[in-house]
T-cell receptor
Framework: GAVVSQHPSRVICKSGTSVKIECRSLDFQATTMFWYRQFPKKSLMLMATSNEGSKATYEQGVEKDKFLINHASLTLSTLTVTSAHPEDSSFYIC?????????????????FGPGTRLTVL | LAKTTQPISMDSYEGQEVNITCSHNNIATNDYITWYQQFPSQGPRFIIQGYKTKVTNEVASLFIPADRKSSTLSLPRVSLSDTAVYYCLVGREGNTPLVFGKGTRLSVIA
């Protein structure tokens, strides 16, 4: 299957600083990437849809000025958590879609990165 | 996209076959079904995807009845390392985002 990487895998920062997380599709091009966050023992929550060359689409309740998303190329999307606070501490996961076929139907299979553990002190 | 419903948890002994069923009553004609596996502190890992009937790969089988209102992930001869959360998701062509439900927490016991 396709490979998606994230960097860094974990980051600890002080309250008020900004943190950038990179998401790369290594062996395919992805016009669309997605960003999720996950709290302990909870399911993944979609934060935003990142489209190459255009503005991201944010889910309701996600502050676009706090979570800046840039998708400058077909293999790279970045999420910047600005002025981070302890409540932003979470596991952030990105995914990228690769088109395929299933039962004669075109599908968009999402492949996920390994995640980034953000801890804000 | 169709909402999915799965059992919250399942237990199994090593070596047994495990079947996890997912309900998606409102699945649309062009929707497909994908299953993911997630270990703690890791991103979800793609297991299998299908549209109808049966799909098999090296790790699992996916059974989808004719009405497509449910699907069953079958894991043959599970081992301790298969202990994880399994998510069933319904997707649609066009880079639509996936909506995760609570998933099924599978615990494999020696």
């Amino acid at each position: 299957g396709a490979v998606v990487s994230q960097h860094p895998s974990r980051v600890i920062c002080k309250s008020g600083t900004s943190v950038k997380i990179e998401c790369r599709s290594l062996d395919f091009q992805a016009t669309t990437m997605f960003w999720y966050r996950q709290f302990p023992k909870k399911s993944l929550m979609l934060m935003a849809t990142s489209n190459e060359g255009s503005k991201a689409t944010y889910e309701q309740g996600v502050e676009k000025d706090k979570f800046l998303i840039n998708h400058a190329s077909l293999t790279l999307s970045t999420l910047t958590v600005t002025s981070a606070h302890p409540e932003d501490s979470s596991f952030y996961i990105c995914s990228a879609s690769e088109m395929g076929l299933a039962g004669g139907l075109y599908t968009d299979t999402q492949y996920f990165g390994p995640g980034t553990r953000l801890t804000v002190l | 996209l169709a909402k999915t419903t799965q059992p919250i948890s399942m237990d199994s002994y090593e070596g047994q076959e495990v079947n996890i069923t997912c309900s998606h009553n409102n699945i649309a004609t062009n929707d497909y079904i994908t299953w993911y596996q997630q270990f703690p502190s890791q991103g979800p890992r793609f297991i299998i995807q299908g549209y109808k009937t049966k799909v098999t790969n090296e790790v699992a089988s996916l059974f989808i009845p004719a009405d497509r209102k449910s699907s069953t992930l079958s894991l043959p001869r599970v081992s301790l390392s298969d202990t994880a959360v399994y998510y069933c998701l319904v997707g649609r062509e066009g880079n639509t985002p996936l909506v995760f439900g609570k998933g099924t927490r599978l615990s494999v016991i020696a």
